[in-house]
């Protein structure tokens, strides 16, 4: 099930549905006609309490029916849900408007019985009046209900769309690393970069699209150090990411320790990573190269490589040379410009390594070449 935040109709509250309901009520009655004024009372008493719960019920059914199911939900929006607004008062107030469907529509039967039985009008008048109180009672109990489901639909319509059928690459690391300064250079995204730590509050998702198919970056908010209970929503959307979408993960550190992250802690995230996880492969990359002092031995011989194959036009799938620092750990910089081919073209290697066989899909160098 593929699940559409954006496309959710506006949650109305419990006076607007009331006043939609009792107005739609007070017209349903006006178009009554009959010559004999018990008879006419009567059917609009009973024709007023119908079209409010009708009316009521209708709006708590319909907008039941719209929000996603859970156990109908890709496993990720699952997890997003349930870092931002909570998955139990997802459904906790999802069921209180199912309950309040079927208790309204009760009344309204109940109420109608009422007046059907009685030969005074003013009794009529009563039971309608009884009806309105006992549905404005339990509009009363779903109103903390429509005001949540209305705040958390202005919070899940801001969350990312993923295509579960395209390559997914998830970048995490520790706050201020660099996270949406690389994929603002590798990508289509537009990401918010400052130079303070938590700039991402969300999960934002930009693309890059090499030989016709679109690569998703996925840029998570920064993690820090400490114990998963002690996390605030902002970690738990990356967490959320990082378990259940992503076809590689990159791990961005800054060794330069700019980002205000001393690096025994963003190794300490690097293992925890690891840990969470185990089947996906991860590429650690320090960000912030041109910060490295002396600045990596390839630095120029990169650059050079990297806009000789730009001038060319991008084409095709060289094997352009990764820059390294002096460790041997692969390195960039999205301010310079320098190691982002490389990365990119590495990303597509690795995606479709670890992409299954398909078998309609025809192999490297099909055509002939003598032809």
């Known amino acids: 099930m593929k699940v559409s935040w954006r496309t959710l109709g506006t949650v109305l509250l419990e006076d607007e549905i009331l006043d939609k309901a009792f107005s739609r009520a007070k017209k349903a009655a006006d178009r009554v006609d009959d010559s004999d004024r018990v008879f006419r009372v009567r059917k609009q008493m009973t024709r007023m309490v119908q079209t409010a719960a009708d009316i009521i019920a209708t709006e708590f059914q319909e907008l039941v029916a719209a929000w996603p199911s859970l156990d109908q939900s890709p496993l990720f929006d699952v997890a997003m849900i349930d870092a931002c ?24 039967s109940q109420n109608a019985k009422k007046i059907i039985r009685t ?39 801001r969350l990312p769309k993923v295509d579960p059928v395209s390559p997914c690459i998830v970048v995490c690391g520790a706050p201020n690393v660099g996270k949406s300064a690389f994929i603002s250079a590798l990508s289509t ?24 198919l679109q690569y998703q970056m996925v840029d998570t908010p920064g993690l820090l150090d400490r114990p998963m209970e002690e996390r605030n929503h902002i970690e738990m959307q990356a967490i959320a990411a990082l378990e259940n979408i992503g076809s590689l993960v990159l791990f961005l550190v800054d060794e330069s320790e700019s980002c205000g992250t001393p690096y025994e802690e963003q190794m300490n995230l690097l293992e925890e990573v690891r840990n969470l996880l185990p089947e996906t492969e991860l590429m650690m990359v320090s960000s912030k190269a041109d910060l490295l002092q002396p600045l990596p031995p390839m630095w120029d011989e990169v650059r050079a490589e990297e806009e000789a194959w730009r001038e060319e036009g991008s084409e095709g799938e060289p094997l352009l040379p990764l820059l390294m620092d002096g460790e041997g750990r692969v390195c960039l910089s999205a301010t310079e410009n320098v190691g982002l081919d490389a990365m990119r073209l590495e990303i597509v290697r690795k995606v479709k390594a670890a992409r299954p066989n398909n078998p309609m899909e025809l192999p490297e160098g099909w055509y002939r070449q003598d032809v």
């Open 119 to 157: 030969g005074r009008t003013d009794l009529m008048h009563d039971a309608r009046r009884e009806a309105y109180g006992r549905i404005s009672s339990v509009m009363r109990q779903v109103g903390p209900s429509l005001t949540w489901l209305s705040e958390a639909r202005e919070t899940l319509k």
């Open 85 to 108: 607004v909570g998955c139990d008062e997802y459904r906790k107030n999802l069921a209180t408007l199912q309950w309040a469907s079927k208790q309204v529509l009760r009344i309204a």
């Open 189 to 212: 995204g537009k990401m918010e970069v400052n130079h303070y730590p938590f700039t991402t509050k969300q999960i934002h998702v930009g693309h890059f699209v090499h030989r016709r």
